[in-house]
């Protein structure tokens, strides 16, 4: 059995083509009586698609201890609710990315060395091939 539609017509004559709620002739958003319920409806709404923020911080990540640090106390504030697992997440795929430059920087940093040891060599074999020629 199809449900009735609702009785109520928008100001340019069209019908409102929602469903009526059981005994009544007009659908949720059109029935007098429900507008308590629709005002409720409305804050309850307005909170959930609220985004969590955490209060300013001066979080340093620029080591891997760091970032460990910033997941312990993650892990430790989702699990008591003083923080929502929706910037949980946020935080955690930061902090990957925080981790990857971290190793590509100390990865930089230790070709750097390798090159400094490896330079007076190279320059001796050039010297050796320049002279040779």
């Known amino acids: 059995m199809a449900s009735a539609r609702c009785s ?3 100001a340019d004559g069209r019908p409102c083509g929602g469903y009526a709620v059981a005994g009544s002739r007009f659908c949720f958003t059109h029935e007098p009586d429900l507008a308590s319920d629709r005002d409720e409806a409305r804050r309850r709404g307005g909170q959930a698609g609220r985004v969590a ?3 300013e ?3 340093r990540v620029r080591s891997l201890s760091d970032v460990l640090v910033l997941v312990e106390e993650t892990i430790n504030d989702v699990r008591t609710g003083r923080v929502d697992v929706r910037v949980a997440n946020a935080v955690g795929y930061l902090a990957n990315i925080g981790i990857r430059a971290i190793e590509q920087g100390d990865l930089a940093d ?3 060395a ?3 040891v490896l330079a007076p060599e190279r320059q001796r074999r050039v010297a050796a091939r320049r002279s040779a020629a």
């Open 57 to 59: 911080s001066d979080v």
């Open 114 to 116: 390798l090159e400094a």
């Open 53 to 55: 923020t955490l209060p």
């Open 8 to 10: 109520h017509a928008h």
């Open 110 to 112: 230790r070709l750097e």
